[in-house]
């Protein structure tokens, strides 16, 4: 686990404790360090015993002293440094899939991690959080998250993340409420599939979650021209997107009427479909 150094902020702490690109951070306080979550809950400390191994494979122990709320003053090539947790499902729609292959790397990297989640608001669907995941999301209270539901009904959304786990989906956000987790959330809608009642009883279900749940957004299915999936996905056309806006649009006023707030919210794709502002 490194936590490599990708450049250092002038006048800043980190470049008084002369770090320098290149240098990983391995170690704080005797506390190997998996990413800046965990750096920033060391660094609170006011006294400091960093391990540091250079860009020449040295190793050094540096200490010193700072104020409680001095920030390190670094960028590092990647906020996690144990390796991103990559997504073991197989959605229907998994826009990796669909991407052209001559793009950088980097957009082919199917991530589920619940720490990118917290950090930049990266979408997570739970499936691959391990009881340890759990564990650690209750006890450094990280919130808010950032959740793909795709549909409450656990058959189908199972089916649609080609995961058994998936199923799970009522268990799961009852865990993070339990433990006082917040949780915006993303529904990618699918034409005849997670639309119409299924999308109701999802709406129906995540707004009696309302005390933890921040945000409801709707967005359709996009398909490029590199798909191979067999699943026959369909996408909305101008009539069907017209159907979902005006469906949506009555839980609109709904929460705007008893909570003064839109809290659901449609991709502009469906607007844009529609023909309608």
């Given at each position: ?32 360090i ?14 400091i015993?960093m391990?540091i ?5 040295e ?11 001095e920030?390190l003053?670094v ?16 959605c ?13 790397k980097?957009?082919?990297i ?34 808010p ?5 795709h ?5 189908l ?41 299924f ?5 129906d ?10 945000s409801i ?16 996905l369909e ?20 929460m ?8 659901i919210?449609l991709?502009d794709?469906?607007y ?6």
């Amino acid at each position: 686990m490194k936590g490599k150094i990708l450049s250092v902020r002038k006048n800043s702490l980190a470049e008084e404790i002369e770090l320098k690109p290149g240098d990983s951070i391995l170690e704080v306080n005797g506390r190997k360090i998996r990413d800046i979550i965990e750096l920033s809950f060391e660094l609170a400390d006011e006294e400091i015993e960093m391990l540091i191994e250079h860009s020449n494979g040295e190793r050094e122990l540096i200490e010193f002293e700072k104020d409680i709320d001095e920030e390190l003053g670094v960028e590092f090539e990647s906020a996690v440094f144990d390796g991103i947790r990559r997504c073991a499902n197989n959605c229907y729609f998994c826009f990796v899939n669909m991407i052209d292959p001559r793009m950088r790397k980097s957009l082919a990297i199917k991530d589920d991690d619940y720490r990118l989640s917290f950090l930049y608001g990266n979408f997570i669907t739970l499936s691959n959080l391990t009881e340890k995941d759990f564990n650690r999301i209750e006890r450094l209270h990280l919130s808010p998250l950032f959740v793909s539901i795709h549909t409450m009904d656990s058959k189908l959304r199972s089916e649609m993340l080609r995961c058994n786990r998936a199923g799970k989906i009522r268990e799961q956000l009852d865990r993070l409420e339990k433990s006082g987790v917040e949780y915006h959330t993303q529904i990618v809608l699918c034409r005849n599939l997670n639309d119409g009642k299924f999308l109701e009883e999802t709406l129906d279900e995540l707004v009696a979650r309302k005390s933890h749940v921040l945000s409801i957004a709707i967005v359709p299915v996009g398909i490029t021209k590199f798909r191979n999936d067999p699943f026959p996905l369909e996408q909305f056309d101008r009539d069907s997107a017209i159907e979902i806006i005006e469906q949506v649009e009555r839980w609109q006023l709904k929460m705007r009427r008893d909570f003064g707030e839109t809290f659901i919210y449609l991709g502009d794709e469906f607007y844009l479909l529609a023909n309608r502002d």
